[in-house]
């Protein structure tokens, strides 16, 4: 007899599990062993696609998240320049 997990070959040790598959169950309640889902989304539903993706440190990082980041970063420039220049405005010319 074969594990009724599906794709799993291995000859049934206990349970109608593999050996492999009846230690997950044991130690997880679940013959699957816990899958790490995949991050596919950065948190702002941005997809980490390949042409998406920035890797750094190790990390993934969205893109598109940084170009917004870099683009509030420039927004704000912006906007203390015209603050600094309405201040330091001298009067206008007569
Ligand atoms: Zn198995
Ligand atoms: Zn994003």
Request: charged share 30%.
């Amino acid at each position: 007899m074969q594990c009724r997990i599906d794709g799993c070959n291995a000859l049934v040790q206990a349970r109608s599990y593999c050996w492999k598959h009846y230690q997950n169950l044991r130690r997880h309640g679940t013959p699957e062993a816990p899958k790490r889902v995949p991050v596919t989304h950065c948190k702002h539903g941005h997809e980490f696609t390949a042409a998406n993706t920035y890797h750094r440190y190790g990390r993934r990082y969205c893109k598109r998240c940084l170009r917004n980041r870099n683009n509030a970063y420039r927004q704000r420039d912006r906007d203390e320049d015209r603050a600094w220049f309405a201040q330091h405005a001298g009067s206008s010319a007569d």
